[in-house]
């Protein structure tokens, strides 16, 4: 029998379980491609690299580059957040 309140659910075993939206996020997309590009794993870091690609670097979508522009794009976005102490 599972039981549920406000922050958690456990199952029959006991486990505790976060609820669905607190749950750990997938890599899926961009956010595979940034990570095996760069390396990084933490989807929040890669997450900041996403969006510094989109308006810092390129200024638009990501959908249209090239994949060598990709790849330079989330190296470029990387280094960006590493000078500026983001990540």
Known sequence: M???S???TS?????????????EKKMTG????ISEITG???IAQLELIEDCMRHDVFHSTLDWQTAKQF?????????VLKEMGEL
Not at 30 to 33: E, R, T, V
């Open 2 to 4: 599972s039981t549920s």
């Open 6 to 8: 406000a922050t958690t």
């Open 11 to 23: 199952n029959q075993n006991g486990e505790l379980r976060l609820p669905t939206n607190k749950r």
């Open 30 to 33: 961009y956010i595979k491609s």
């Open 40 to 42: 990084i794993t933490d």
């Open 71 to 79: 790849r330079d794009g989330a190296l470029v976005a990387l280094d």
